[in-house]
Nanobody, 113 residues
Framework: QVQFVESGGGLVQPGGSLTLSCAAS????????LAWYRQYPGKDREKVAS???????YHMDSAKGRFIMSRDNAKQTVTLLMTNLKFEDTATYYC???????WGQGTQVTVSS
């Protein structure tokens, strides 16, 4: 059974940092195209970053230089380090596999002073 479990969300002040983690199981992790998405209430999910074949791509200009995605194939985990957080980063963040079209339940990130 394919599973993704996100953790690490929470409340943080502007300029702060958070590290989101995602534990995956039930599929061939090392060959999967993994990604972090985020979603604002009432909006479609938007791709933040993806990792495949040793390449990390950042799909949002606002994430470049502030977010770092990494994957650990041995531990079957994916992380998203978010720094210099801004109010507009407030969203629900999801990890998943694009090629499997499967996602976790999401973790809420709230940036507020």
């Amino acid at each position: 059974q394919v599973q993704f479990v996100e953790s690490g969300g929470g409340l943080v002040q502007p300029g702060g940092s958070l590290t989101l983690s995602c534990a995956a199981s039930g599929f061939d992790f090392s060959s999967a195209i993994l990604a972090w998405y985020r979603q604002y209430p009432g909006k479609d999910r938007e791709k933040v970053a993806s990792a495949s074949f040793g390449l990390i791509r950042y799909h949002m200009d606002s994430a470049k230089g502030r977010f770092i995605m990494s994957r650990d194939n041995a531990k079957q985990t994916v992380t998203l380090l978010m720094t210099n957080l801004k109010f507009e980063d407030t969203a629900t963040y999801y990890c998943g596999a694009i090629d499997l079209n499967r996602w976790g339940q999401g973790t809420q990130v709230t940036v507020s002073s």
